[in-house]
């Protein structure tokens, strides 16, 4: 991966836009490029997501841990504009938005790689990379994708993801995981991306798909987005997290920094995570004793 270039021209065409901010309004100074403030999601009358808050920041990575069902899932289906929430605020760049479909959350700057790393698999590599945003040449009503510029938009965006070479005309199916994932990360940053989110896959993985995964996130880091990774493996959060975020029965049970706790911490607090997230609301409810 190269520096914090955005990888958006391709030649002969004009450079995407990069997303606007939300309402057109500058950033915020100093405000992070994503932010939940106090979200609840409900399903029916309980609570996926409780009042949970996290902040991030360019060239960080956030770690989102938690056992299963903790919300994890719903936090990316939040930011990716799957799903709604129903109370709280959800703030890019310092401002409200709120997504109705997951284009308006791309076009904030904000990039999923699903845990599927979603393909549409008969298609070629590089449609599967432009995906409705095909350069074109002519004008209505003769306008048509201009083909030479895209296969090689793509494979030029692709080498700068590591992928030097490829063959952008094979199908995607036949892509490894591997470079499906540097396809993600290549659309990702081509648009204009501010915002990675990683979500790892649930099923055991090998070292080797853990590898990947973590370079993904460290390679969009060092290219300076903002990254939230998904993980319910603290050892692996640990190696390339800056922020520890652990979420148990839909609330914030711990908000750590790397100076704040050790690789065998996080694992303790994640395994221990409902226990804590049950104290958390105790004391929430109790009156403070030291307080007469
Ligand atoms: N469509 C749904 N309808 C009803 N309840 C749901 C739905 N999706 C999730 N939930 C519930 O919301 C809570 C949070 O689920 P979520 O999938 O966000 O957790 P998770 O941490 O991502 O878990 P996993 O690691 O298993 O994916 C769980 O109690 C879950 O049962």
Known sequence: MTG???????????????????????????????ELRGVTVRYGSVPALDRVSLRMHPGTV?????????????????????RRHDEGELLVDGRPVRFRRPRQARSRGIATIWQ??????????????WLGDEPTR?????????????????ARALARVGLPGLNVNQPAASLAPGQRHSL??????????????????????????????LRTVVGARDAGLAVLFVTSTPAYAHLVGDRFVLLAGGRVAADLTREDVDVDGL??????????????????????????
Do not use: Y
């Open 62 to 82: 956030t770690c989102l841990l938690g056992e299963n069902g903790a919300g994890k899932s719903t936090v990316v289906q939040v930011v990716s504009g799957v």
């Open 184 to 213: 993600a990360v290549a659309r990702a940053l081509h648009f204009g991306a501010k915002v990675l989110v990683v979500d790892e896959p649930a099923a055991p993985l090998t070292v080797a798909q853990h590898a990947l995964v």
């Open 267 to 292: 694992t303790r607090l994640v395994s221990g995570g409902e226990a804590l997230a049950t104290l958390t609301a105790e004391l929430r409810r109790r009156p403070d004793p030291l307080v007469t």
């Open 138 to 154: 002519g004008i209505w009503p003769f306008r048509r994708i201009d083909v030479d510029v895209a296969r090689d938009g793509a």
């Open 4 to 34: 914090p270039e955005r990888v958006g021209a391709v030649e002969g065409q004009e450079p995407l836009p990069f997303p606007d901010s939300p309402g057109g309004l500058p950033p915020v100074p100093g405000a992070p490029v994503l």
């Open 116 to 129: 599927d790393l979603a393909v549409i698999p008969l298609m070629t590599v590089w449609r599967n990379f």
